[in-house]
Nanobody
Framework: QVQLVESGGGLVQAGGSLRLSCAAS????????MGWFRQAPGKERDLVAA????????FYADSVKGRFTCSRDNAKNTVYLQMNGLKPDDTAVYYC???????????????WGQGTQVTVSS
């Protein structure tokens, strides 16, 4: 059974940093993309960052480019989202997701974590 478990969310002041973690289990992810999505109240769920396990190539949405960094630890089967320079607009529930093997970083994604709340105060 595939499981994605996020952690690391919380409340932070504008300009601060948080690191989200996503521990993956249940199948081999070495050929899959891993994405970080976020959803703010009343808004759609958007892809903000993604990484491919096999070569570490990354994608970032324009809104987070230069502030967020996606990385992976193959030994721990864990991906991370380092978020620096946080802004109130970054407030959302952040979800980790896994795509099918050999699919692209833009999707589709077929497994999802439960989400973790990130709140940035001004």
């Amino acid at each position: 059974q595939v499981q994605l478990v996020e952690s690391g969310g919380g409340l932070v002041q504008a300009g601060g940093s948080l690191r989200l973690s996503c521990a993956a289990s249940g199948r081999t992810f070495s050929s899959s993309p891993m994405g970080w999505f976020r959803q703010a109240p009343g808004k759609e769920r958007d892809l903000v960052a993604a990484i491919r396990w096999r070569d570490g190539s990354t994608f970032y949405a324009d809104s987070v480019k230069g502030r967020f960094t996606c990385s992976r630890d193959n030994a721990k089967n864990t991906v991370y989202l380092q978020m620096n320079g946080l802004k109130p607009d970054d407030t959302a529930v952040y979800y980790c997701a896994a795509g099918p093997p050999y699919s692209g970083v833009l999707g589709p994604y077929d497994y999802w974590g439960q989400g973790t709340q990130v709140t940035v105060s001004s």
